[in-house]
């Protein structure tokens, strides 16, 4: 397992851009797929993004594609969420989390983080 912590949410206008960061320790971190997953209050957890343990794969949910970039550094054991274009729909809590294998399965999942709020407004 690895221990995960994201920073980097915020209050931000409509069309701003944030970068989220998910800083990992353990190193077995090189190995896993990492996702990004978004909850807005009242709805079901949504993976946002995932890249394989060597950046070769990548995923987008439809509704950040061509706005949200994923990518990792696996020597110093991040993953970073660049958002642009933000929507007041993109308002959410955002994980970081880790899975053994790829693609992302949530079931599979055995590490997360804590969240980081990020505020959209119109």
């Known amino acids: 397992q690895v221990q995960l912590l994201e920073s980097g949410g915020g209050f931000v206008q409509a069309g701003a851009a944030l970068r989220l960061l998910c800083a990992a320790s353990?190193?077995?971190?090189?190995?896993?797929?990492m996702g990004w997953f978004r909850q807005a209050p009242g709805k079901e957890r949504e993976l946002v993004g995932a890249?394989?343990?060597?950046?070769?794969?990548?995923y987008y949910a439809d509704s950040v594609k061509g706005r949200f970039t994923i990518s990792r550094d696996n020597a110093q054991r991040t993953v970073s969420l660049q958002m642009n274009s933000l929507k007041p729909e993109d308002t959410a809590v955002y994980y970081c989390?880790?899975?053994?294998?790829?693609?992302?399965?949530?079931?599979?999942?055995?590490?997360w983080g804590q969240g980081t709020p990020v505020t959209v407004s119109s």
């Open positions: 890249i394989s343990w060597c950046s070769g794969y990548l």
């Open positions: 353990g190193r077995a971190f090189s190995r896993y797929t």
């Open positions: 989390a880790a899975n053994p294998t790829w693609p992302f399965i949530v079931s599979s999942a055995d590490s």
